[in-house]
RNA sequence: GCGUCGGUGGCGGAGUGGUCAAUCGCACUAGACUGUAAAUCUAGCGCCUUCGGGCUACGGAGGUUCGAAUCCUCCCCGGCGCACCA
């Protein structure tokens, strides 16, 4: 339509245009073909990304978004991270089949601190030409009035809300489901009004949520609003979510490399190549080479590449070897968490007040099950309750170490 | 408001007067095997313990009973149906 507008597309951006609507995408509403001929114009689109501050990290499933909208960000579009303050003190009701615990303000706020950090280790905030915008939605939602939500809610129906999938299962089991989950989708759908986004990406759970956008600004605003959703990371298999903090394998992107390395290495092999074309940058073809190794190079290859990402090749070298020393060979990690006692203790009490664990009868079924070990000696620890002087090793359990030194008392 | 069914461990879900710290499944932890993967096997999975046992738990508060998660009363919360809106 608007010739005059439209720049030269260059060769380059085709390609980055054809991965922008393939690479981690399971859907665009309401086409592929017409959010291509959208691209292809030239037209600086606004696009945004919106995540809940529900947690102190951003996980590496989140990542998928972010690299989807630097490749926007490449193109020349308008990019905007919006912070869910708001909508976060609510709680989203996504595949839940229970309402979300409500965050206080305080708890969203702490939750934000180094958002911006963590994502500003794929996105540009620092680009002077076209910058980055980071938006809160409580700027809007905070101040609309009941009018206001009234007149937003009478673009739906109640047929319509409850034809969502987690509604819809809540209903049939008779489970409760409360009228403040409707406003979820609506106060969601709102931000791409107050935005005047172009584009919406998310994940394929939150489908619901950024179609109900699209229909809000279509209906408010007379235009269209795109909707990209990208996929889950999910073990291809047993399709569990490969980023469940349930089951610690959550990885932020803010833990430390080794700890980020580590958790890498314990993703199931199945999701391998899922995790190289959602969390990394690598191409195709590069990825196609790396996973011609055994699975466990591959896997160590992924682990070093994220690492890089989120730290630096260097950390990420050191991480590798960290990892190799500590559990291929066994041996002490280089660092290791210290307590210092000052006079003597059992090794219970000593445990305990450390938070390695929660109680006396906890520690017993350790040491029982064989999985307290003193690494000095390299022998199974027998007894909670021994007096530790001098200076201990331990392996707790799998993957856990404390190393406990007595202070010399001449010195105080 | 009336009627009715229900509220059990992180979750799902048994148990309807004693042998119940509560079958079972999931999740989780440890051990074996390994590549800290997966799969599999074994053990554990409220707290304390001199390992005999003790203590606290089944929405909350009382009560009946030698004895209650189980029976009664009241209260709180949820589902369903009816009523209200008409």
Redo the contacts with the bound molecule.
């Keep these: 339509m608007n010739m005059e507008k439209s720049k030269k597309i260059k060769t380059s951006d085709l390609s980055l245009i054809d991965e922008v609507l393939s690479r981690s995408v399971d859907s665009v509403f309401p086409s592929k073909e017409k959010l291509k001929k959208e691209l292809l114009s030239g037209r600086q689109m606004r696009v945004y990304v919106g995540i809940d501050p529900t947690a102190p990290y951003v996980h590496l499933g989140h990542a998928t978004n972010f690299f989807l909208l630097k490749r926007l960000h490449k193109l020349g579009h308008k990019i905007i991270v919006l912070v869910g303050d708001f909508t976060a003190m609510i709680g989203d009701p996504s595949d839940k089949n229970a309402a979300r615990i409500r965050l206080t303000k305080s708890e969203v706020k702490k939750n934000l601190k180094t958002y911006k950090e963590q994502i500003g280790k794929i996105l540009n905030f620092e680009d002077k030409k076209n910058p980055i915008e980071f938006k809160f939605n409580s700027r809007w939602l905070s101040k609309l009035t009941f009018t206001d939500l009234a007149d937003i809610a009478s673009n739906f129906t109640v047929q319509q809300m409850i034809q969502r999938d987690a509604f819809e299962r809540r209903?049939r089991e008779?489970?409760?489901?409360y009228v403040h989950e409707f406003f979820y989708p609506l106060m969601q759908g709102y931000d791409s009004v107050a935005l005047g986004a172009d584009i919406e990406i998310g994940g394929t759970d939150q489908t619901f949520n950024m179609l109900a956008g699209r229909t809000l600004v279509e209906k408010m605003q007379e235009r269209e609003k795109f909707v990209i959703t990208t996929t889950l990371l999910e073990d291809p298999i047993?399709g569990e979510k490969m980023m469940s903090k349930?089951?610690?394998t959550g990885i932020g992107m803010n833990d430390v490399p080794q700890e980020m390395y580590?958790k890498v290495?314990?993703?199931?092999?199945s999701g391998l190549l899922q995790c190289f074309i959602d969390c990394t940058e690598l191409t195709k073809e590069e990825i196609a080479h790396i996973l011609k190794n055994p699975?466990?190079e591959s896997?160590m290859r992924l682990a070093h590449e994220i690492v890089k990402i989120y730290h630096s090749e260097k950390e990420a070298t050191k991480a590798q070897e960290e990892?190799v020393r500590?559990?291929?060979n066994k041996d002490i990690p280089r660092i290791l968490p210290k307590v210092e006692l000052a006079g003597k203790e059992t090794l219970e009490n000593i445990l305990i007040k450390e938070g390695v664990v929660?109680?006396?009868?906890?520690i017993?079924?350790?040491v029982e099950?064989?999985?307290l070990k003193d690494m000095q000696t390299g022998e199974k620890i027998q007894d909670p309750k021994i007096v530790v002087s001098g200076s201990l090793i331990l392996k707790i359990?799998?993957?856990r170490f404390l190393k406990i030194v007595t202070r010399t008392q001449k010195k105080e």
Excluded: H, I, Q, Y
């Design positions: 209903l008779n489970k409760p489901l047993t349930s089951r610690g580590a290495m314990r993703l199931p092999d699975p466990r896997k990892f500590v559990f291929s929660s109680s006396k009868s906890e017993r079924r350790l099950s064989g999985g359990g799998k993957k």
